[in-house]
């Protein structure tokens, strides 16, 4: 079985400011891993995914996620953040043999001016 | 441009009406998706399809139905909608031949809020 946790429903920060949201997941191997962006009524879009390789890995609109095996992590961070980057956030697995993704409970990410 | 569509984007309708959510991609993946998200609640896959005339139910059990008669074409039905069925159904699709090259990168369509009065 899989799962995948986001710590934290809301998150805060101001304009400027460092952005981490938080992702943790269970899986018997190490599984394909996802964040996506939501705006208000729309859809899902792909910020970026971690396969193989590099376990730092770089997206779109300056975000980047580390996948950290030890930790059953894939943290979110985007070192300044801007109003634009208000939005939901959910972290997603993909598991061997899984027919789909399954996605966390997702982060609402409220950017202060 | 390749995309994904759904419509309608609001449906608001009585109790007891059939109603069919439309989602169609012009990407030519073969596999394509129903979830169900309701208000600050994470996706749940509600129908699966890994091509043409092969359709599954998803992990959450859902009154609804689905069919896969060409590629790009994946509509959902409620024979009698109630309000529990009041949500967000949102559309995706992949191709593991692709661009996700394997790893089952989904995309997403923008969602049909329906509200069943």
């Known amino acids: 079985a899989q799962s995948v946790t986001q710590l934290g429903s809301h998150v805060s920060v101001s304009e400027g400011a460092l952005v981490l949201l938080r992702c943790n997941y269970s899986?018997?191997?190490?599984?394909?891993l996802f964040w996506y962006v939501q705006y208000p009524n729309q859809g899902l879009q792909l910020l970026l995914k971690?396969?193989?390789?590099?376990?730092l890995v770089k997206g779109i609109n300056g975000f980047e996620a580390e996948f950290k095996k030890s930790e059953t992590s894939f943290h979110l961070t985007k070192p300044s953040a801007h109003m634009s980057d208000a939005a939901e956030y959910f972290c997603?697995?993909?598991?061997?043999?899984?027919?789909?993704?399954?996605f966390g409970s997702g982060t609402r990410l409220q950017v202060q001016p | 441009e390749a995309d994904i569509y759904q419509t309608p984007r609001y449906l608001v309708i009585g109790t007891g009406k059939k109603i069919t959510l439309e989602c169609s991609q012009t990407?030519?993946?073969?596999?394509m998706y129903w979830y169900q998200q309701d208000p600050g609640m994470e996706l749940h896959l509600i129908h699966y399809?890994?091509?043409?005339?092969?359709?599954e139910k998803g992990d959450l059990s859902s009154e609804s139905t689905v069919s896969r008669i060409r590629t790009e074409h994946f509509p959902l039905t409620l024979e009698s909608a109630r309000p529990s069925h009041t949500s967000q159904y949102l559309c995706?699709?992949?191709?593991?031949?692709?661009?996700?090259?394997?790893?089952?990168?989904?995309?997403f369509g923008p969602g049909t809020r329906l509200t069943v009065l």
């Open positions: 997603a697995v993909k598991g061997p043999g899984r027919r789909a993704l399954t």
């Open positions: 990407m030519g993946h073969d596999k």
């Open positions: 899986s018997s191997v190490p599984p394909y």
């Open positions: 399809s890994y091509g043409v005339n092969s359709t």
């Open positions: 995706a699709s992949s191709d593991p031949k692709g661009a996700g090259g394997g790893y089952n990168e989904q995309f």
């Open positions: 971690y396969t193989t390789g590099a376990t």
